[in-house]
């Protein structure tokens, strides 16, 4: 099976999970993440219909954007102080924001580039030590410190789930989804309006992060490459 079966058939399966709970199958974006391939595989899933697009390091993210203007690129790696003007001029929108100090290097590098940056904050939920993100208490403080930056807006949450038990990653995305609805109550109504993307959900378990609410799931492994197997789903 080859690319276009795969993501057609990703997008169907996508399709089927939001109409199984009750959501419109609109409101879930299929990003495709491209990190371990070349630009000829970016060439072949734009052909099969992909559009949106994962890169995790700034060189590469420029690259294929700058061979692939018209597709939405995402940023979804860890972030580097000094890349933070290339990850601008590229990204629609970055997903692994969770370093106050990075907040105003973004707010100056969307200023000066005449753009406003969406940004998702990333959320350690499940609190191992290998993951990065701000724990779940932190996130109020952190929106608050951003509605300070007029050139950065927090357009929602990003988290990784504990691969390998489609239970825990589920209970994981549950309280993903439960902290945007709560933070949400303390934003005012601009900063509100914005803030409904939920990010969860990967090659391994985006049929439980759509079932729990993910408007963006990042999937790399389960397009890209031939030997990858679908673990079962609940
Ligand atoms: C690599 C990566 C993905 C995609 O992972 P797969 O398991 O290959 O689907 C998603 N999100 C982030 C942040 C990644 O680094």
Request: charged residues 25%.
């Amino acid at each position: 099976m080859g690319f276009k079966e795969r993501y057609e058939r990703t997008v169907a399966e996508a399709a089927a999970c939001c109409e199984a709970c009750g959501r419109d199958p609109k409101s879930v974006v299929v990003v495709a993440v491209s990190k371990t391939v070349g630009a000829d595989e970016v060439a072949e899933a734009i052909e099969a219909g992909a559009h949106d697009f994962g890169e995790n390091r700034p060189d590469s993210l420029e690259g294929k954007r700058a061979r692939f203007p018209q597709q939405t690129w995402h940023f979804i790696g860890n972030i580097q102080s000094r890349r933070i003007p290339d990850i601008v001029r590229d990204a629609a929108l970055v997903h692994s924001l969770y370093q106050q100090r990075h907040v105003p290097k973004f707010d100056a590098a969307a200023a000066a580039s005449g753009k406003v940056q969406d940004v998702l904050l990333e959320v350690n939920v499940s609190g191992e030590a290998s993951k990065s993100g701000l724990a779940p208490s932190e996130v109020a403080g952190m929106l608050e410190y951003c509605a300070g930056f007029p050139h950065v807006r927090v357009r929602g949450l990003m988290t990784m789930a504990p691969q390998g038990d489609a239970q825990r990653a589920r209970a994981c995305f549950a309280d993903l989804a439960r902290l945007r609805d709560e933070v949400r109550l303390g934003l005012d109504g601009e900063q509100a309006a914005v803030f409904d993307e939920l990010s969860m959900g990967m090659s391994e378990d985006w049929h439980e992060a759509i079932a729990e609410g993910a408007t963006i799931v990042r999937i790399g492994r389960a397009l890209f490459d031939d030997a990858f197997e679908s673990p079962a789903h609940a």
